[in-house]
């Protein structure tokens, strides 16, 4: 199954940290986000874009997690060239995780 599948997400940006939310569609599914969606698997996911730490929050009330990572927009949107400069199509590439 593919992340898409349960939730949809959300990205922003300040310098060079990118930041992803997944929210589940149903709470029903958040306990599955917690187990399946670890910083970890979000690291490994990103391996070639994200060259710093992954942080993850835990946001129960809205059946959301809430992901940091640092060192992943190649110097941040003044000082990259890349096409995707505020990481906006993180939450895309995110989406496509296998669960």
């Keep these: 199954m593919k992340l898409r599948d349960i939730a949809h997400s959300r990205t922003g940006d300040k310098g060079n940290i990118s930041n992803i939310s997944v929210i589940a569609f149903?709470?029903?599914d958040y306990p599955l986000l917690l187990e399946k969606v670890t910083a970890e698997k979000v690291?490994?996911?990103f391996s070639e874009l994200v060259h710093g730490e992954v942080i993850r929050y835990e946001l129960p009330n809205i059946g959301a997690l809430n992901f940091v990572l640092f060192?992943?927009?190649?110097g941040g949107v003044t000082r990259s060239l890349a096409l995707d400069i505020h990481g906006k199509s993180y939450s895309s590439a995110l989406m496509d995780m296998d669960i």
């Design 26 to 28: 149903d709470e029903k």
């Design 43 to 45: 690291k490994q996911h």
């Design 71 to 74: 060192d992943a927009l190649s």
